[in-house]
Every structure is written in C-alpha cells, then in structure tokens.
C-alpha cells in the first residue's frame, strides 16, 4: 500500500481535526519530500491538541509521521522506513512566556530561530545558540537535531541550554520533562532524551530555554601564518588561559578561505565578548599569545556575515552539491584536533577534504568532495577509520539522495545501542515517529 493509499483512508478524520484548509495532498506534498519519497499528506494543526489528536489517529491506522520544521535539516539521518503524515508544526509558532529578568523564554516549536533573536535582541538579550541555516531553522529542529555552531564554546550545547520540554509522544500523550528555572532538582533529565533524538522517541511542541544579556562588545581576529599544529597549539593555550572566548576555531587550509581567512593555509579565529575595556584586555593577551606560538594576528571584519559564514560552514555548499558531495561532522579530543584533521585528509586523498572544528569541543565538521559515489563510499570508510583510530566517530550529515540511498550515513552502533532502542519501544512501540531514521537503525 503506497503512502497516498494508507493516507487517503483518515483523510476524512484528519481533516476534522485541523480543518480542510490544514491538510495538503497531492502536488502539495512535493515541499515535503525527504529525497525521492512523499508523504500521502501533509497536516498542520494549529495548537498542541490537534498535534495529539493527529498523532492518536497516525496510531491507530499505523501510519508513518515524519514531524517537520522548515526542512533546513531534514537532510539529518537515514530515511524513515514508512512515511506517510509530514507533521507541519508550521503554525505552532508563538513565544508563550518571555519575562528577560529571568532570562529564559518559552516557545512553540515552530518560532524560527532568527525570529526569537530579534525578539530577545528588543530587550538586550540573545540566545546563545549559532546552528547552521539558522534563518531557515526552527527552534523545535534545532532541539530535534541538537545543532550547534561555534559558540558551544563559550555558552555549551543545546542540552546545556534547553531548561523544560514538552512532547507530543506517538500515541498523542503529552508530557513535559524538566521546569522553567535555571536550578532545578538534582534527577534523571529527561529533556536530554528528546534533544538529537531527530523526533523519533516524540513531536517538541514547546521548549523553555535560557538566554544570555547580548553583549557590548564582540570583537574577533585571525591567527595566520603557522601550519594546522602552530593553530591548534595557540587554540589549547588559549583555552587553558584565564582568557574567555566565545569562539575558538581552527580550519584547515580549504575551509580558511572560504570562511574568510586572510591568505591560504590553515588558520585560527578567535572572538571575545563582553564590555569594551574586558574585549581590549583580551585582545592584548591574545595577540601575546600568538606572537609567542609564532603566528600573526590579522584583523577580521566583524560584521555579521562573517560569522555566519564561519556557523554556516559546511552546509552552504550542499545546496548545489555535486554527485560525491558529503558533509559530515566527527568528535575527538580537543588535544587532537589537529591530528584528526591530518588524518583525515590522508585518508580522504585523492579526493577534496575541507575541514573546520570548534576547539574546545573537539567537535569537527566538513565535506568531501569526491567524482563519484564509488569514491565517496571509499574516502568515507577512511575517513571513518582514520577518526575511529583516534577513539572518535565520524557521521554523514547532509548528502545527495544517491548517496543517502546507499551509503551508510551513522556508521557502527553506539555501545548504548540497545539501551537506543528498548526507549524507543517505550516510548513508541508502534513505530510511529521518524522509525529507522536514528542511528542503529532505531
């Protein structure tokens, strides 16, 4: 039974729960597709008890949901083994509980990120979150996909960040895990199960998160002239120093210039925030630094575009991506930062490597760029080695459909694996939400 076929049976049903004007067939399910494959409908339901009932309905007619933002990542994971519903949380899309004094903020999944922004920036606040494609970003696939940019550095990660949750489960339970202050009982936190969990374990209707006072000053620099070993060496020095950046990044000498380092060859950025005089004295001590790890400081232009160039990288270039175009992301060490990126591009060879991490997180990401799927399958299980040997993991984020259809995008199963999957029969024995789209299989 295709998914138009399974869909058109609870047409009727749907369509009494949002109204007809919030169900799209047809020729307006293409917005929806997740490579080759459409749903049978798209539903958009206008608050969390429509997103319930719809849920409830998809249960008991075992239906495939695939819960959707503006789409920006939905290049993330496996393809899901049914998808029939695209859940369209769309016109979920209100700030509920915004009080700055408290310096936290509700909203509904469906806020864009740069909207938020602009709100929290009407009272000299932020949030501290810099995922790629954020002016196409949700918050609720932010949170889905645990997305981070190179302010993890200074102000953490999504789950640092998310204070309360709230969920549709597969069988259209609400719950809610976690509460909207900043201390909170010593527990189990159960939000961390649905941030990166890519919607399979339940549908974020709303997320309480902190935000930060925007500060006066943000000032960042180049560090040049060195190779990938100099940079990353300055890079752990800074970070072991009583300095506080918000950004340390090192790139290598591909993704340098097209971030917008001065001249080729690899490169490090590193940007300060705060009060004019605190950003000075930073600035004085990092170019100490540098002086004695012997590279120069170059001044950078520190307009916004700059650093969404930098949060951006590699994701921009996936929009026209050749046939071997991948980007992924990997984890090591920070102390091996620099040896990673070696490694890798060793492996990678002969095909195009261009590479950036966030220091202090070990957390790198980049593309490969390969003439055909045979190479890119070839310098993947490299690249995955070559990681893999340094105790960490390599996974494809975002890839053309013929490689997603055929390459294996997470790689090994996590140890906990099986601890993935006995929550995900907890929590949706039926199968309902993104299944087989998370890692393992799960």
């Not at 949002?18 to 749903?39: I, M, N, S, T």
């Not at 006995?422 to 299944?435: G, R």
Request: proline share 6%; hydrophobic share 45%; net charge neutral.
């Amino acid at each position: 039974m295709t998914s138009a076929e399974a869909t058109a049976r609870v047409l009727p049903a749907l369509q009494a729960i949002v109204g007809p004007e919030g169900v799209r067939q047809g020729a307006e399910v293409a917005a929806y597709r997740l490579d080759a494959v459409a749903p049978g409908a798209a539903v958009l339901p206008r608050d969390e008890g429509e997103v319930s009932r719809t849920l409830l309905v998809a249960s008991q007619h075992g239906l495939g949901v695939v819960p959707w933002g503006r789409g920006a990542h939905q290049s993330v994971g496996r393809l899901p083994i049914r998808y029939d519903l695209a859940l369209d949380l769309a016109r979920l899309n209100r700030v509920l509980a915004y009080e700055p004094a408290d310096m936290t903020v509700t909203v509904q999944a469906g806020v864009g990120v740069e909207e938020l922004q602009r709100r929290l920036g009407e009272a000299g606040q932020f949030l501290a979150l810099d995922p790629p494609l954020a002016d196409r970003a949700t918050v609720g696939g932010v949170v889905a996909a645990n997305l981070n940019g190179p302010l993890r550095c200074r102000y953490g990660t999504v789950r640092d960040l998310v204070l309360e949750i709230r969920v549709a489960q597969a069988d259209g339970t609400i719950t809610k895990a976690g509460a909207r202050v900043v201390k909170n009982a010593t527990a189990y936190d159960l939000t961390k199960l649905h941030v990166g969990a890519l919607g399979t374990l339940g549908v974020i209707l709303e997320t309480t998160l902190r935000v930060q006072p925007r500060p006066a000053v943000e000032r960042g620099w180049w560090l040049i002239g060195g190779n990938l070993e100099r940079c990353h060496d300055l890079a752990l020095r800074l970070l072991g120093s009583h300095l506080a950046p918000n950004r340390v990044e090192l790139l290598d000498g591909t993704s340098g210039p097209v971030c917008g380092a001065p001249g080729p060859g690899p490169a490090l950025t590193a940007s300060f925030a705060g009060v004019q005089e605190a950003v000075a004295d930073q600035a004085a001590t990092l170019k100490r630094l540098a002086e004695e790890t012997g590279l120069r400081v170059a001044a950078m232009d520190n307009g916004p575009a700059v650093w969404r160039t930098l949060q951006d990288f590699p994701w921009r270039s996936h929009d026209d991506a050749s046939a071997g175009r991948i980007q992924w992301r990997a984890s090591v060490l920070p102390s091996d930062c620099a040896k990673a990126m070696r490694a890798l591009r060793d492996a990678a060879a002969p095909n195009g490597i261009a590479m950036a991490a966030t220091v202090a997180h070990g957390a790198l990401r980049g593309e490969l760029i390969a003439p055909s799927l045979q190479a890119t399958a070839a310098g993947l299980t490299a690249a995955r080695e070559a990681v893999g040997a340094l105790g960490g993991f390599l996974v494809v984020m975002a890839a053309p459909a013929p490689i997603r259809a055929t390459l294996d995008l997470w790689g090994p199963a996590p140890d906990g694996a099986g601890l993935m999957r006995q929550l995900k029969a907890a929590f949706d024995a039926t199968q309902v939400l993104n299944a087989g789209r998370f890692a393992g299989g799960i």
